[in-house]
């Protein structure tokens, strides 16, 4: 499943979800922007601590025996995901949270606030006591002037192991169990990349 991205405001904030009217800076002055705001959530992560990268693990294919280079540092309260994938042998770069309890269990999804270089990541979470993965799609705009705004619901994430889809009936994904925080490149190119993350937050739907 794939991130639906549209333009709203600012001209390079994107946000997954139900279509929103573009309004230009100059526009926003001027007057209110009469549709739906972007949802507001619970922030996660905006990366502001002392050391940000206690918290997060990498995970590329050389434990798979690939080649692919990546990671993770942190530049003015921003997490920056880099590296180069290598398709021969594996190609996927990922970063990870330590397990941790989110209190995720009345969230319906992520929203996050990036900027990329054309490719296409993922986002994603993993529970506790359990190998699965589910993630969707972020794709990102190289030429987008600013920053990208994405919404993730939980129920578009699909599940895999090892790269094999599973089906979600037999392995839902029960929120209160979400223990990690994933982001992935595996989009079977290679090269460099890089996605810059401003910060992410978790959200839920209005009843």
């Known amino acids: 499943m794939k991130t639906k991205l549209f333009t709203i405001a600012l001209g390079g904030l994107l946000i997954g979800a139900m279509p929103l009217p573009f309004v230009s800076e100059a526009e926003g002055a001027k007057k209110k922007n009469k549709g739906k705001e972007p949802p507001d959530g619970d922030t996660l992560f905006d990366f502001s601590e002392k050391k940000p990268g206690e918290r997060w693990i990498t995970v590329n294919d050389n434990v798979m025996g690939g080649r692919s280079k990546g990671g993770f540092s942190f530049k003015k309260d921003k997490l920056v995901f880099s590296g180069s994938t290598n398709t021969d042998g594996g190609g996927f770069s990922s970063i990870r949270t330590k397990p941790m309890d989110f209190e995720l269990e009345d969230k319906d999804g992520f929203i996050i ?82 996605l810059q993350v401003d910060w992410i937050k978790a959200y839920s739907e209005e009843k």
């Open 113 to 194: 606030r990036f900027k990329g270089d054309g490719r296409t990541f993922k986002c994603g979470v993993r529970m506790e006591r359990s190998s699965a993965s589910y993630r969707m799609d972020l794709e990102t705009d190289k030429d987008a002037k600013g920053w990208q705004v994405a919404k993730i619901p939980f129920s578009s994430m699909s599940a895999s192991w090892r790269g094999m889809r599973l089906p979600k009936d037999r392995y839902p994904l029960k929120k209160e169990k979400i223990r990690s925080v994933t982001l992935m490149i595996y989009d079977k190119k290679d090269g460099p990349f890089e």
